[in-house]
């Protein structure tokens, strides 16, 4: 567990703000690996900012450390989704002042999300989406809104704790270090 897998280029932290380092990161990485299995997700809510246990300090990973960041033995899963429940997720997301979220923007204005961008393009209450998240919130963990009835539900088989290593590895045999930013996938206006 003390092993060292990675190293982490600058704190990465969580806080009450919209977006944050550590909700960047732990988005942004879940939803890389998770494409390599499905990659025809468009975007990814795979916690909330109450599943973030703990920041990531500057400097070595430890194995232990990507433990405690994630303790559960929750597997990734994606939603396909009509667009009238994607609304409602993203209601929640505003109301509660911001997620960790990737492959997505949007502003809040008065608890209310705005400006909603899936990969780019306009957010259309009229298409399907395939949202990554987390068989906890996928069965309604955290009170979250909008994955009740999705139309299609698919199991990956990979732990979120697994493919946050296997990010870290990867960066690592890459000659990288970890490192997020914010990058204003959630504003308030």
């Known amino acids: 567990m003390n ?11 969580k806080s009450d703000d919209p977006e944050t380092l550590l ?4 988005a942004d990485a879940v939803l890389a ?6 990659p025809n997700i468009d975007f990814a809510v795979p916690t909330t900012k109450g599943g973030l246990r703990n920041d990531l300090a500057q400097g070595n990973i430890n194995l232990s450390t990507m433990f405690e960041m994630m ?3 929750n597997e990734l899963v994606t939603l396909k989704l009509k667009g009238t429940d994607v609304e409602a997720l993203l209601n929640f997301i505003a109301v509660t002042n911001g997620q960790p979220v990737s492959a997505i923007r949007l502003k809040i204005k008065d608890k209310q999300p705005v400006n909603v961008l899936v990969k ?3 957010f259309d209450r009229m298409k399907t989406y395939i949202v990554l998240t987390s068989d ?3 069965n309604g963990g955290d009170n979250i809104a909008g994955f009740s009835t999705p139309l299609e539900r698919k199991v990956l088989g ?4 697994d493919a946050l290593i296997n990010y870290v590895k990867l ?3 890459a000659g990288k270090t970890v490192n997020a930013q914010l990058d204003g996938r959630v504003t308030k206006l």
């Open 136 to 138: 906890y919130l996928a």
């Open 23 to 26: 909700g960047n990161f732990y």
């Open 120 to 122: 780019g393009q306009p």
């Open 71 to 73: 303790p559960f033995e």
């Open 33 to 38: 690996e998770a494409k390599k299995i499905e």
């Open 3 to 13: 092993r060292v897998i990675g190293q982490s280029a600058q704190a990465l932290t």
């Open 171 to 173: 960066q690592t045999a």
């Open 158 to 161: 990979l732990r979120v704790r």
